[in-house]
């Protein structure tokens, strides 16, 4: 019975274990995954450990005491009515009581974990936050936009109004609008513009060194750059779809302790020991502990013995599914954001790629705008932190297997 709620209970110490107590390095090693997780690990192992040893204490006399009645039963000079009796008696009574003490010893285990898994969904909905900040950030939606689009640069805007002038007095031309969208097209007027314009032949070289150099980026990178810009907008969306999951996830395990706030109420209004505490009074109901502290003792049993009241046989199964059920969600949960953290990761492995790809940036590094060096700089920032604030390290087989079967963390 022991092992198989161990069992059932597998999907918050997967969590657990996705996380290893060694930090990994990052530029802000305070904000890696394994230093937020690491306080958790310690402290379930603290509350798992107690949880044992108060169960052992209070169940070991009881057994070495069942071992002797029947070991007495077995002696046929104790196979009197009377003493027949009282042995079987007791016997029945043991066996009752110490099926009550593995009952409650089970249920307040997953009552650790359910606490654990909502402390786990409180740091991951964290995480989403911070990674709605960074891929919703305006400089890299907005400025993507104006990188690959030369119509941008104080310098391509000269050099168009010089074309537009040149045209229109020496053939009375009016340019096309598709000018005003298509990078090539600006390219070929541009190059056209500056062949066209006067000035001395030193002023007309650097202008079309520095003007050739944006069509140049611009040309070449208008495709990546967009790239970047709308696969930024997926991984957004994906990451909104995480958050309202997330949300949704701790209005479902929340709601099977009476509690209904909305996470984002729950976090603003810091009420999270409102919700430990309607956890703590839903599992003391289901384990008789509101109506008398311990059950009267018969003249078998050890006194004081910290037995509960007659555990409520009909919340006492319910309230085990319940909580069991909220342990397994979050478990799905955590796969998902694992998941799509290293979704996220490979993405900006590759727009890293894409923005270190201009072949000509050594040669027209003056004329690039300062957007793109902090584009580079913002892809560079979140795959760090993908790959350290973010990203969930590999399960530990040792721990897992600690975990999986209920064994002592060491």
Known sequence: MKTKTFLRSAGLLLALLYFPLPAMQANNPNDSLACWIQPLIETTHIDLDKLERDYSERAKPLRVRLYDVNKTLADPRNRTPECSFQLLLEKIQLEETLDAIQEEHELKLLKVRYRKSIE????????????????SSLKAQQGLSNLSNPHNYPEFKEAKGILEDRMKKKLNFQMPLLFQTNPFLSATYSILGMAL???????????????????????????????????????????????????????????QVG????????????????????????????????????IQQSNFLPANNGISTVLDPHLLPRATTNLQFSIDRVGVFIEKYSNFVGQGGEYY?????????????????????????QLKNDIDETLEKFNSAYKMPEVQGSKLKDMLYGTALD
């Open 120 to 135: 786990i969904v409180k740091m991951l909905y964290e995480k989403v936050l911070s990674m709605d900040h960074h891929l």
């Open 349 to 373: 492995k590759k727009f890293s790629k894409i923005a270190g790809s201009y072949e000509n940036e050594k040669t027209c590094i003056n004329a690039l705008p300062d957007q793109f060096k």
């Open 259 to 294: 509690y209904t706030i909305p996470l984002t109420s729950c976090r603003d209004g810091d009420d999270w020991e409102r919700l430990y505490t309607m956890l703590d009074n839903y599992v003391a109901k289901a384990l008789g502990e509101t109506l008398n502290t311990t």
């Open 197 to 255: 314009s006067g000035g001395e032949d030193k002023d007309k070289k650097e202008s079309l060194d520095k003007i050739t150099c944006i069509l140049d980026f611009t040309v070449r990178m208008h495709a990546d750059l967009n790239v970047i810009y709308y696969e930024t907008g997926y991984l957004r969306d994906a990451n909104l779809t995480l958050k309202k999951e997330c949300e949704a996830l701790f209005s479902d395990c929340a709601r």
